[in-house]
Nanobody, 122 residues
């Protein structure tokens, strides 16, 4: 069992930056691929970024490519999402997820955090 806790969300102006963190419990963190998803009000949850268990492979949604960077520190059981050049359309609740397989769909992931709110003002 893996428990995930996100932090780092908040209110930022357009063009600003935030770094989200997701701390995982459990000694098997390093064996899981990790992903970030987001859900805006009235919209479905969408894929943002993912990283393989080793950190050697990363994947991004087209909407965030070049602006967001996913990384992980297996020694700290933590995955990060560095978000730069934020836009109002990035406003959403951001969720951390972990699973055996890495991919852009929610079904790849078995464990989910509670989410952290990111609000980007124009």
């Amino acid at each position: 069992q893996v428990q995930l806790v996100e932090s780092g969300g908040g209110l930022v102006q357009a063009g600003g930056s935030l770094r989200l963190s997701c701390a995982a419990s459990g000694r098997t963190f390093s064996s899981y691929a990790m992903g970030w998803f987001r859900q805006a009000p009235g919209k479905e949850r969408e894929f943002v970024a993912a990283i393989s268990w080793s950190g050697g492979s990363t994947y991004y949604a087209d909407s965030v490519k070049g602006r967001f960077t996913i990384s992980r520190d297996n020694a700290k059981n933590t995955v990060y999402l560095q978000m730069n050049s934020l836009k109002p359309e990035d406003t959403a609740v951001y969720y951390c997820a972990g699973g055996v397989g890495v991919g852009p769909t929610a079904s790849h992931y078995d464990y989910w955090g509670q989410g952290t709110q990111v609000t980007v003002s124009s």
